[in-house]
DNA sequence: CTGTTAGCGCCTTCAG
DNA sequence: CTGAAGGCGCTAACAG
């Protein structure tokens, strides 16, 4: 194959010892323990690696040091905005401590999670990074049990006391639906949400302290509970509009979701003549998640951002740490630690984060 | 650490060699040459490994085999949905071949880039799939001329001849241009692109032969080149708009741009007043790229859909037979291999792929 | 059919 | 300050 230590050593005149000793220098890991080498030998030495072109071999420094300086990152999907963003926020962080990232996508399924946790464990990521696919998280408190340093970013689980970073939800929807309230608006419907998933149950709760809050209580045809995907929005919103009495504004799970919502609405209006307003009242939709589609979207007057970049740096700084602290041999601290990071309302009907100007 | 082979040998009464082939016969790759154990020592050590909850060690099988079953993805930014299709596609692919993905991202820049694919062949990834930063390849070809198997997806290249997979750009935009043709609009401009880009210029190239055969000859005012984001849409429709006798009708480059652009037009129209129709007249776009948010944005007529999960997986298989074809020794086909996927033009004020009608 | 024996490329005591 | 030697976990001849 390529060059090696043992190339370099003898294009050097010292054995791989000292090469090892020379490379162990520039490494921010290890340039503390690293041992003392003569400064003409250690010249000597980098001459040499750079005639040869000499580029370490991180598996087999992986496989003696136990360590192979990659994290595992398992996320439900790959084509969505906000886990993407979480994803650049990540990778980022991970580069700049000379980390590299896997990435794996559960397919939105546990038994597909399980797997790839455990794939990444057998590649020996040092440490792992997962919004979790469901609600359940044995299968991830296993693993991490074995010694494998984990946090979760977004959604917590049950059945596992990890380190997590995620959003106030609760807080965001309290305030989407209070805004909403403030407006004037009195029949105010919650659309979506798989109420297995945590972030799914505190937007929910959010929005029933608020109505609490008015002294409104919510006709229970308003919660329209069940999926986070666009289809699951496209249908509760036709549900709902088919009452005799529908409500004048609702609260969507998540941007997907909502992105249905506002299809159906499209849909309904008579296709092809999106321009041309029709006789229907028009709902007014406050939304979780922030894209830069958002403006687009004809009924979003509020949207909850969320800050998915700084998520995802946050939880890359976490787990270095994690993983810094074990190889360190401290047994680190106590438990679990969530991270809850705080959203911003944003009236959408000046643009938003990518136009607009927040509350 | 975890349980070894020698804990499994051990736990069966046999030797480390035998658990090593038991292992064999379950992978594809080495199954063929797998060689022969008896049944029952096998139900044996089978039954260990089960008891011992063994697994490989992706690590050290790689040391000694000079193959990691892995490839690295490099892309120019992961917010980006027809990234991500794309990802997906290769992501399933390869997990169906028994491979991993190695997901990174060149932050839009060559140096990044380069860095990246060297780190990624310092993880001695089996082979390398990237959608290129910018137009010049050298450093791609300098590693693959070192036996890294590589594909190209999306864009080419100069400096090099490598295999890839990319759309047919050019018939796009021709037929696009020509789509606007037909409903009657003449002063059709061409909005965005890196003119480096090979991608961008086909797009140019597809627009320019519409308008010949229809015996227009472009303002070259009309063709606003530069630029790939969304901020580049917003300016130049903001230029565009400003013009005397602006243009009826626009092809947009890619998403981004076409983003922007609908973005200025909405900003235009007074903010605030989305669902009112302004005296301007409204000029239409054919946009490339097509996605879920499409239907929402107000001046789309067209978009070229290109299949991205189908370039993906045509990407991963790809791949993996150039790994495959390595491993065994033959030295390939001759030169590169440009597969170019058709793509659809849709008619998206009907909805898209995503509701919407073909042509 | 199975065991023994060498390493893959690197790091790391332990001597010098 | 530097070299020699052993081994991380696994596979692949080569014997038996």
Same mark, same amino acid.
């Given at each position: 194959?390529?060059?090696?230590i043992? #190339?370099?050593?003898?294009?050097?005149?010292?054995? /791989?010892a000292t090469v090892?000793?020379?490379?162990?220098?520039? &490494? $921010?890991?290890t %340039?503390? $323990?690293?041992?003392p080498? @003569?400064?003409?030998?250690?010249?000597r030495?980098?001459?040499?690696?750079?005639?040869?072109?000499?580029?370490?071999?991180?598996? %087999?420094r992986?496989?003696? /040091?136990?360590?192979?300086?990659?994290?595992g990152?398992?996320?439900?999907?790959?084509?969505?905005?906000?886990?993407m963003?979480? @994803?650049?926020?990540?990778?980022? *962080?991970?580069?700049?401590?000379?980390y590299?990232?896997?990435l794996?996508?559960?397919l939105n399924?546990?038994?597909? &999670?399980?797997?790839?946790?455990?794939? !990444?464990a057998?590649?020996?990521?040092?440490?792992?990074v997962?919004?979790?696919?469901?609600?359940r998280?044995?299968?991830l408190?296993?693993? %991490?049990?074995t010694?494998?340093p984990?946090? !979760?970013?977004?959604r917590?689980v049950?059945g596992?006391? +990890?380190?997590?970073?995620?959003s106030?939800?609760? #807080?965001? =929807?309290?305030?989407?639906t209070? %805004?909403?309230? @403030?407006?004037?608006?009195?029949?105010?419907a919650?659309?979506?949400?798989?109420?297995?998933?945590?972030?799914?149950?505190?937007?929910?709760?959010?929005y029933?302290?608020?109505?609490?809050?008015?002294?409104?209580?919510?006709?229970?045809?308003?919660?329209?509970?069940?999926?986070m995907?666009? &289809? #699951?929005g496209?249908?509760?919103?036709k =549900?709902?509009?088919?009452?005799?009495?529908p409500p004048?504004?609702?609260?969507?799970v998540n941007?997907?979701?909502h +992105?249905?919502?506002?299809?159906c609405?499209?849909?309904?209006?008579?296709?092809?003549?999106?321009?041309?307003e029709?006789?229907? /009242?028009?709902p007014?939709?406050?939304?979780?998640d922030?894209?830069?589609?958002?403006?687009?979207?004809?009924a979003?007057r509020y =949207?909850?951002?969320?800050d998915?970049?700084g998520?995802?740096?946050?939880?890359?700084? $976490?787990?270095?740490?994690?993983?810094?602290?074990?190889?360190?041999?401290? &047994? *680190?601290?106590?438990g679990e $630690?969530?991270?809850?990071?705080?959203?911003?309302?944003?009236?959408?009907?000046?643009?938003?984060?990518?136009?607009g100007?927040? +509350?």
């Amino acid at each position: 194959m390529g060059t090696t230590i043992r #190339d370099v050593a003898f294009e050097a005149g010292v054995s /791989t010892a000292t090469v090892s000793r020379v490379l162990a220098v520039y &490494e $921010r890991e290890t %340039a503390e $323990r690293a041992r003392p080498v @003569a400064e003409k030998t250690r010249l000597r030495v980098m001459a040499a690696i750079q005639r040869l072109g000499y580029r370490v071999n991180y598996t %087999a420094r992986g496989l003696k /040091t136990q360590s192979t300086m990659a994290v595992g990152v398992v996320f439900p999907e790959l084509a969505n905005d906000f886990f993407m963003d979480v @994803a650049e926020g990540i990778e980022r *962080e991970l580069d700049s401590q000379g980390y590299t990232m896997i990435l794996a996508s559960s397919l939105n399924s546990i038994e597909e &999670e399980k797997k790839r946790i455990y794939m !990444l464990a057998d590649r020996m990521v040092d440490g792992m990074v997962v919004i979790p696919a469901g609600s359940r998280g044995e299968h991830l408190q296993g693993l %991490a049990d074995t010694g494998m340093p984990m946090v !979760l970013v977004d959604r917590l689980v049950e059945g596992a006391a +990890l380190d997590a970073v995620t959003s106030d939800n609760e #807080d965001g =929807t309290f305030r989407l639906t209070r %805004a909403l309230l @403030a407006d004037g608006f009195r029949r105010i419907a919650f659309v979506g949400g798989e109420i297995t998933l945590s972030a799914a149950r505190e937007r929910l709760s959010g929005y029933g302290r608020a109505l609490a809050e008015a002294g409104i209580n919510p006709d229970p045809s308003w919660i329209c509970l069940g999926g986070m995907e666009v &289809e #699951d929005g496209y249908k509760r919103m036709k =549900t709902l509009l088919k009452k005799g009495n529908p409500p004048e504004a609702m609260v969507a799970v998540n941007l997907m979701v909502h +992105l249905g919502m506002e299809r159906c609405l499209l849909d309904m209006k008579g296709n092809g003549s999106r321009g041309q307003e029709s006789r229907l /009242t028009e709902p007014v939709i406050a939304g979780f998640d922030e894209s830069r589609y958002t403006p687009f979207l004809p009924a979003c007057r509020y =949207t909850a951002s969320q800050d998915a970049v700084g998520m995802g740096s946050r939880a890359g700084r $976490r787990i270095v740490d994690k993983i810094r602290q074990k190889k360190s041999g401290k &047994e *680190e601290t106590t438990g679990e $630690r969530i991270i809850r990071l705080p959203v911003t309302i944003v009236n959408s009907t000046n643009g938003g984060k990518h136009g607009g100007k927040s +509350l």
